[in-house]
């Protein structure tokens, strides 16, 4: 089935430091991507979304750049914070209201 | 958590008992959803349901059933039928339903974690 799945299943960075996460996606008729942040032990989180028709977003410290050439999404941390420590999930619609989830890359924060 | 409150938080299961798992949202959200989350691996779908009375299955319903006689509840039956039940289930909520909708940001609770005696 359609999968999307992650280069590097863990990712470690400086406190201060930007973080960038990555996803490569095999559906290339998907339209809507969305970023979770998962804490041990709670739920997803929405971080941020993005359409197909858009190649960059920004939120508050992060942004996501979507390139469909190469079907790639990418999560964008500025100033990683101990609290950004978690493990985020990519994740796309692939229609029928079904959205396909990415394996996750942990992200952990050294002092 | 976004309105979505599941029940128990931890859940214990004896070799062939079914086991009900609760999720109840005040988002007055259409659609909601069930998913299965394995330690170390992304989540996947069992069930999904658009409106009342009607859901569909996902990409691992064998072993699960589900019902949705209220819009605010979805609950989750985990069969003696499922061999391999121990898992975090996470239940989501979504709106709009619409099939054409590019926007369909769920809405998440905070889990139960099911663990097999």
């Known amino acids: 089935g359609e999968s999307v799945g992650l280069h590097l299943p863990t990712l470690s960075v400086q406190e201060g430091d930007n973080s960038i996460i990555n996803c490569a996606y095999s559906n290339s008729a998907s339209d809507y991507f969305i970023w979770y942040k998962q804490e041990s032990g709670k739920g997803p989180q929405f971080i941020i979304d993005?359409?197909?028709?858009?190649d960059k977003r920004q939120g508050q410290r992060v942004t996501v750049l979507l390139n469909k050439t190469v079907k790639h999404l990418s999560l964008q941390i500025a100033a990683t914070q101990p609290g950004d420590s978690a493990v985020y999930f990519c994740?796309?619609?692939?229609?029928?209201?079904?959205?396909?989830f990415g394996q996750g890359t942990r992200l952990t924060i050294n002092p | 958590d976004g309105g979505i409150t599941q029940s128990p938080k931890y859940l214990f299961r004896k070799e062939g008992q079914n086991v009900t798992l609760s999720c109840e949202q005040n988002?007055?959200?259409?659609?909601m959803y069930w998913y299965r989350q394995d330690p170390g691996q992304g989540l996947r779908l069992i069930y999904y349901?658009?409106?009342?009375?009607?859901?569909q299955k996902g990409d691992i319903a064998e072993g699960y059933s589900v019902s949705r006689e209220k819009k605010e509840s979805f609950p989750l039956t985990v069969t003696s039928a499922q061999k391999n039940p121990t898992a975090f289930y996470l239940c989501?909520?979504?709106?709009?339903?619409?099939?054409?909708?590019?926007?369909?940001?769920?809405?998440f609770g905070s889990g139960t974690q099911l663990s097999v005696l």
């Open positions: 994740a796309e619609n692939i229609g029928a209201q079904k959205l396909v």
């Open positions: 993005i359409r197909s028709n858009m």
């Open positions: 349901s658009q409106i009342v009375n009607d859901f």
């Open positions: 989501a909520s979504s709106s709009p339903p619409g099939l054409r909708t590019s926007n369909e940001k769920l809405f």
């Open positions: 988002l007055n959200h259409d659609a």
